[in-house]
C-alpha cells in the first residue's frame, strides 16, 4: 500500500487551530501516515502523536524532520472495517498544543491482509 499523507495547518489564534486535509484517512494494508506540517515553514512543530485506543499495538508515531513531519506506521491488524481516532501534538514557542481527533479508517478486503 502506498503511504498516505496529510497536510496539518495550525494556529493558535484561528478556530479551529488545526485542519487536516484529508480528516480521514482510509488505508487498506499495512503503511504510513505521512503528516507534513503546512506551510512547510510555519512557526511550530509536531512533538509527537497517539492513537487512541490502540488494543492491538498496531500504531506507532515518530517525530521527523525537525519537527515538520509526523508519521504513524500501521501493521494494519485489524479484521474487520475500524475507525482509530489520533491526536497530535505540536509546539509553537514555549506552549504545547494537542489537536482535536482526525481519523485513520482500516478497510480489510481493500487490496491488503489483515493479519
Same mark, same amino acid.
Given at each position: ?27 487498506? +494494508? +499495512? ?10 515553514? +510555519? ?12 488494543? +492491538? ?59
Amino acid at each position: 500500500m502506498r503511504d498516505q499523507t496529510v497536510e496539518v495547518t495550525f494556529d493558535p489564534n484561528a478556530e479551529p487551530q488545526f485542519t487536516f486535509m484529508p480528516a480521514t484517512v482510509t488505508m487498506k +494494508a +499495512a503503511g504510513k501516515i505521512i503528516l507534513f506540517r503546512r506551510p512547510q515553514n +510555519a512557526p511550530w512543530d509536531f512533538t509527537g502523536g497517539t492513537v487512541k485506543n490502540d488494543d +492491538a499495538h498496531q500504531f506507532s508515531t515518530s517525530v521527523q524532520g525537525d519537527g515538520s513531519k509526523l508519521h504513524i506506521d500501521d501493521e494494519f491488524r485489524d479484521e474487520f472495517k475500524t475507525r482509530h481516532s489520533y491526536q497530535v501534538k505540536v509546539k509553537f514557542g514555549v506552549r504545547e498544543y494537542e489537536s482535536p481527533d482526525p481519523v485513520i479508517v482500516n478497510e480489510p478486503g481493500g487490496g491488503g491482509t489483515a493479519g
